[in-house]
């Protein structure tokens, strides 16, 4: 449909009304002649439809035979339109221009996305495929899809498959990064398992090695946990890897303090500037400072971006000065400060008990926490090659 309605456009078409006579008639005669009518309507007994140029020139005869009397309504189409701008030759000039400018565009890459990234950047994708030759106004038909995805793939080492899409003028790269292998340790070198904390022993799982602790006991930062040291069944003993699962009750404490005056930058003046890019084209919009923060704005249709896009740069003068919080501000920024500081130190714990305090007077504001967590404080400890000397001296 929408094809048809283009191909009448291009020909051009009338609009017209015939009244009185014979519409039935009419019509017949219309079509016994092949003159095409469509959007045929009636109205108070007048008929309204559409034809080409061609059959409204034969249309006349018709009319005369049936008693209608036909009047036109409106001319459409291009062949209309050019006539009626015939004398403005620029208008026509820039109607074959911007048409013969759509046609190179549409065999362009106009807009170029990533999807399927988490570690590696667009920004760094896109780079390497520019330096590829893959870039905003390239030709898509002039690209070796499978020679620059090796190309790309061989650039961007922390990738593990890529492809490459070109729907029209949209370049679409799919990328899957390498999933990063844990390193193996070596598990050659015997070792201990001590407490990293103070804290009472609730579970104790020795996986290798030779339990010395018992649950419930309570040790100290450094105490030996699980050793090393296996005792074979001749009697004999062999030095091993400890490994194992110790679980203890330990005490936390963590506190923060913000003061009621802050060092602050303030903004005194901006100074704004703009960058139009157009596919590879950049012009800048006055002058633009090195170190002014940019911001690019794109036109997004459907999905689809425009090859034209608006940086917007903005130059910040500040200066440093001293700001003083209110004593709701002071409060709402150390209990801030406070539970960040929870969730870095305490985030693998798991909290049995917990008690918070707030202090603040005109000055500052302080809070504090006491914590009773239960968490793995199992920490290996490699021997020395002096204490194994002294144990098989010792045997």
């Not at 603040?360 to 021997?383: A, Q, T, W, Y």
């Amino acid at each position: 449909m929408l094809v048809l309605k283009f191909i009448r456009f291009i020909l051009g078409y009338v609009s017209f009304s015939a009244r009185g006579g014979f519409p039935e008639r009419f019509i017949n005669l219309c079509r016994l002649r092949g003159i095409t009518l469509w959007e045929l309507k009636s109205r108070d007994g007048v008929i309204y439809a559409c034809t080409d140029r061609s059959g409204y020139r034969r249309i006349r005869p018709v009319a005369k035979k049936s008693g209608m009397t036909v009047r036109i309504k409106k001319k459409s189409g291009l062949p209309f339109f050019l006539n009626r701008h015939s004398k403005r030759a620029g208008v026509i000039v820039g109607i074959c221009c911007c048409a013969a400018v759509l046609c190179i565009l549409s065999t362009r890459i106009w807009s170029i996305d990533v999807i399927g990234n988490s570690r590696v950047s667009s920004e760094e994708i896109i780079g390497v495929f520019s330096e590829l030759g893959i870039r905003k106004g390239t030709a898509g038909n002039k690209i070796n899809i499978n020679a620059v995805e090796i190309a790309a793939l061989r650039k961007l080492p922390e990738l593990s498959w890529l492809n490459m899409n070109i729907d029209g003028s949209a370049a679409l790269i799919e990328v899957r990064e390498r999933v990063e292998t844990p390193e193996t340790e070596d598990n050659g070198e015997p070792s201990d398992i001590v407490a990293a904390r103070d804290g009472q022993i609730v579970i104790l799982r020795p996986f290798n090695g030779t339990q010395e602790q018992k649950i419930g006991n309570p040790v100290l930062k450094g105490d030996l946990l699980i050793s090393g040291i296996e005792e074979n069944r001749d009697l004999t003993v062999s030095f091993c890897r400890a490994k194992g699962y110790v679980v203890a009750r330990t005490e936390r404490s963590i506190g923060f303090s913000q003061s009621s005056k802050i060092k602050a930058k303030t903004a005194v003046s901006q100074k704004k500037s703009f960058i139009l890019d157009f596919l590879f084209f950049s012009v800048p919009l006055g002058k633009i400072p090195d170190n002014a923060y940019r911001e690019k704005k794109e036109i997004r249709i459907n999905g689809v971006t425009l090859p034209v896009a608006l940086t917007e740069c903005t130059l910040t003068d500040f200066k440093d000065g001293e700001i003083k919080l209110s004593k709701e501000k002071t409060k709402l920024l150390a209990t801030l400060g406070f539970f960040e500081s929870c969730t870095e130190q305490l985030r693998h714990l798991r909290i049995e008990e917990a008690e918070i305090t707030l202090a603040d007077d005109e000055k500052s504001c302080s809070v504090g926490g006491k914590f009773v967590c239960l968490e793995n404080i199992g920490e290996e400890r490699k021997k020395m090659i002096e204490q194994i000397d002294a144990s098989e001296n010792h045997e």
